[in-house]
């Protein structure tokens, strides 16, 4: 095998920053999990802690691993065969293959664990793959394990779950998917430069993976740190991110088959290409989708208040509500300005003008934001309960029917 660059000085660093970040990932995820009251939620944070904290721990080992390769330093780049080596090179190595099938487990035990009807059996699949990386008997079956069913299973699985994950999210956060999706891809890239089979090729810059590394990590990171709010807009975090990175991939995937990689790393590449930027056409189609119908229904909702809303008692006073009509100085039933006398619930403090509080004690008796009794001496007979009382009237009139000796006789 040819003379290759190994790594350099300022590679070193930047490899050494990027682990300590995804480290730091990984731990920040099971800090937020923690304090999770939900237990999906809890173990979802788990499970996605799993990822950056594998790839560090991975990484770990093949950062330590090449300083097992024998050669020689070049104007302070270090020159080797990766063919020629001690002892230790091959241990670090199978350590790095373990520690991503480790995370592999954690990650779809997760999923397993909340959608219960896989009746966990990738997780098990992922332990029987991960026990045969252990125990093989050489470096090489230990290596083809890695780089098919585990590494392949990983690209299949994660973006399918984070799919799904997307799916059964509401609008509003289904743009934090595409910072995970796009993370992901970069922790792989990350992984392949970083190995041998990458380094041969003498194609890509030695600090291209740590970089991808640090982007990664960044991306992953960033929807539990901003404001909720600059998540909002779905769709253009997941064109973005697809207009980002399919040209970026390709490129990669073009120098691979000009440098001659090796064939099952195209085709595994090929694959994961397309499979993962389906995904990506699917959720951008689902959330465009959703985006219009929730417009047509904000544009009923807004012709429904408009004309009628200000005759009808609205089905849901929230907080907000509350506030509004309380800072604007306007009662929340008639919606006029009040300017002298008021009514201010003991409760919640929604407001009234003394016109709608004496009509609804009149009636309701109960504040529409709390149901708290507008005159504690009358009865209280909230919005709700006399509709259905109503209603029950209504129904028992419909369903009297004239018994047998209430017809009139035949003439």
Same mark, same amino acid.
């Given at each position: ?10 590679? /070193? ?28 939620? /809890?173990?979802?944070?788990f ?11 991975s ?7 090449v ?8 104007? $302070? ?8 080596? +001690? ?20 990650f ?8 219960? /009807?896989?009746?966990?059996l ?28 585990i ?7 994660? =973006? &399918?779950?984070?799919? &799904? ?5 509401? *609008? ?24 041998s ?12 993976? %740590? ?8 991306? @992953?990171? &960033? %929807? ?19 207009? +980002?990175?399919?040209?970026l991939?390709?490129?990669?995937l ?9 064939? =099952? ?12 930027? @389906? ?9 465009r ?11 009923d909702?807004?012709?429904?208040s ?6 009808? /008692? ?24 009040? &300017? ?19 009509? *609804?004690? @009149? ?12 005159d ?5 007979? =909230? ?8 209603? @029950? ?5 419909? $369903? ?6 209430d ?5």
């Open positions: 095998m040819a003379i290759v660059m190994i790594w350099d000085p300022v590679e /070193r660093i930047l490899w050494g920053l990027g682990i300590a970040i995804a480290l730091i990932c990984g731990v920040y995820f099971i800090y937020k999990g923690r304090k999770r009251e939900i237990f999906n939620e /809890r173990i979802i944070m499970g996605l802690a799993s990822l950056p904290l594998s790839f560090a721990f990484l770990l080992f093949t950062f330590l691993q300083f097992n390769v024998q050669g020689t330093f070049v104007d $302070s780049i270090f020159y080797g065969d990766y063919d020629n080596y +001690i002892t230790p090179y091959e241990h670090l190595g199978r350590a790095s293959y373990i520690s991503i099938g480790i995370g592999g487990i954690f779809i035990l997760a999923f397993d664990i909340i959608v219960k /009807r896989t009746k966990y990738l997780t098990i699949a992922f332990i029987i793959l991960t026990g045969i990386e252990i125990y093989s008997p050489t470096i090489e079956m230990a290596k083809v394990v890695f780089n098919l069913p590494l392949l299973g990983l690209l299949i699985l994660v =973006p &399918l779950v984070l799919y &799904l994950y997307t799916r059964w999210s509401h *609008l509003e956060f289904k743009a934090v998917s595409s910072f995970l999706l796009f993370g992901f891809l970069l922790f792989m890239m990350s992984l392949n430069l970083a190995k089979v990458h380094k041969e090729l003498n194609a890509y810059p030695l600090i291209l993976g %740590p970089l991808f590394l640090i982007l990664g990590c960044c991306l @992953t990171i &960033l %929807p539990t740190i901003i404001n909720p709010k600059v998540l909002s807009r779905a769709l253009i975090y997941w064109v973005g991110y697809a207009i +980002i990175s399919i040209p991939f390709i490129v990669i073009y120098i691979d088959i000009i440098k001659d990689l090796e064939t =099952p790393y195209i085709i595994e590449f090929v694959v994961a290409f397309v499979y993962v930027y @389906t995904l990506f056409f699917l959720v951008i189609r689902d959330i989708s959703e985006i219009i119908i929730s417009v047509e229904h904000e544009k909702k807004e012709i429904q408009g004309v009628l809303g200000i005759f009808t /008692r609205p089905l849901k006073v929230t907080e907000e509500d509350v506030m509004f009509h309380r800072e604007q100085k306007i009662c929340l039933v008639c919606k006029g300005k009040i &300017l002298r006398s008021i009514y201010l619930c003991p409760e919640c403090d929604a407001l009234y003008c003394n016109i709608c509080s004496t009509a *609804l004690s @009149t009636l309701e008796n109960a504040c529409w934001a709390c149901n708290t009794p507008f504690p001496l009358k009865p209280v007979k =909230p919005y709700k309960e006399m509709e259905e009382r109503l209603k @029950t009237k209504k129904l028992k009139k419909i $369903s009297k029917k004239p018994k047998i000796h017809l009139p006789p035949e003439k």
